[in-house]
């Protein structure tokens, strides 16, 4: 919080705590599912199709689009106050279009855990939700002292999240960063993109201990498992994906999940 009293999103833009109930839309599925759990449900009058959780409070609110693929006029006519975005879900040209008739813009961009803890505290900060915010901040204060508690298995590993082309996070991404907490190395392409395309090749099997083949946004299957794991003779896992890339309060079951993985 500045001097100012307001509150600083990724980006550094000062946003005040609002006076009224605002109207509040989502491209981020994410932080959709964050603000029902500071209940905020009653707020949120436009989300994406990918914005599923907490499904009993998503249902009744209207969806604008996908998180690159928005509705902008869908949008206008829902006369929001407030947007929340991402830096990496959210393309740039379609948050400014929409930045010239929404008031407020709240830019999000999380690269680690410990990140949720001012992502809750601002958004908390903003809606008037704080005592929300401070109690899922202490809960996922608790989740990563155990976490990071557990007795560590170095592993390196590949965390694939596409395929036709493959692809695979760099280690600078909130995914790598989950899994390094638990003492995984996340394979490096020869690339400096953040989410890298690969071939799968003698040299790359040989690099990882383990790939781990996620069921987001790419539908892994056991059987894309299977078959992977009998192509490169290394072991290959499912790994639910929603719970290893997903910021926001989904990170404290997630940390929970990330232990169960590394116990296996």
């Not at 071939?199 to 790939?211: C, F, K, L, N, Q």
């Amino acid at each position: 919080m500045s001097a100012h009293g307001a509150l600083v999103d990724a980006l550094g833009r000062e946003h005040r705590p609002v006076d009224a109930p605002a109207r509040i839309v989502s491209l981020v599925p994410s932080v959709t599912e964050l603000a029902c759990d500071l209940g905020l449900a009653s707020q949120l009058v436009g989300r994406t199709g990918f914005c599923i959780h907490p499904a009993s409070a998503v249902a009744a609110i209207p969806k604008i689009g996908g998180t690159k693929d928005v509705n902008i006029e869908k949008i206008r006519r829902l006369a929001p106050t407030h947007l929340l975005v991402n830096i990496d879900e959210n393309e740039k040209p379609t948050v400014d279009a929409l930045a010239q008739f929404v008031p407020h813009v709240i830019v999000t961009h999380p690269v680690a855990p410990q990140d949720n803890l001012a992502l809750y505290r601002l958004l908390g900060g903003i809606f008037g939700a704080q005592d929300a915010a401070e109690l899922l901040c202490a809960q996922l204060e608790h989740e990563l002292a155990l976490t990071l508690a557990q007795p560590q298995c170095v592993r390196r590993v590949l965390y694939a999240i596409w395929r036709d082309p493959w692809m695979t996070v760099s280690a600078d991404t909130y995914i790598a960063r989950m899994l390094a907490l638990v003492g995984w190395t996340q394979w490096t392409a020869p690339s400096e993109r953040r989410y890298p395309e690969f071939r799968w090749s003698g040299e790359v099997a040989d690099a990882v201990d383990e790939v781990l083949l996620s069921t987001e946004p790419f539908r892994f299957t056991d059987a894309h498992a299977d078959a992977l794991e009998r192509q490169i003779g290394k072991p290959v896992r499912l790994v639910d994906g929603e719970m290893l890339s997903w910021y926001g309060s989904r990170a404290i079951a997630g940390l929970r999940y990330l232990r169960e993985l590394a116990a296996q």
